[in-house]
């Protein structure tokens, strides 16, 4: 109950793209699409496969999950550089406004800038 309630509050967040295009294209070529597309027709032989099949319905799930997380991830990184990228501003401003201060404690001292 608890996942159902939270994929309906999912398709509620879902972009119009996503509404629209919910699947993804695939990187196989053609001949192992149709490949793959044969072996899922398979009836399962083994029992973990088996298994398996019951839970086929969750693939789309599993695929907007995973997005999610490669997303999440992504970001997490872009977000580190602009913080790398921020301190260094900061360390830039903070040696510029030394610079234009005109602090002549040192009147031999070169300047930072």
Do not use: H
Not at 24 to 45: H, K, M, N
Not at 50 to 76: I, R, S, V
């Amino acid at each position: 109950q608890r996942v159902l309630r939270l994929a309906e509050m999912c398709r509620r967040l879902q972009t119009e793209e996503e509404k629209v295009l919910p699947f993804y294209s695939s990187s196989l070529a053609e001949g192992e699409q149709q490949e793959a597309q044969r072996v899922l027709e398979e009836a399962p032989t083994e029992p973990l496969a088996q298994a398996l099949q019951d839970y086929l319905g969750l693939e789309l799930f599993w695929q907007l999950f995973n997005k999610a997380k490669l997303e999440e991830q992504a970001l997490g990184r872009e977000q580190q550089a602009l913080r790398e990228r921020n301190q260094q501003l900061r360390e830039l401003l903070g040696q510029y406004l030394a610079g234009i201060s005109g602090s002549q404690e040192v009147p031999g001292e070169p300047k930072p800038l």
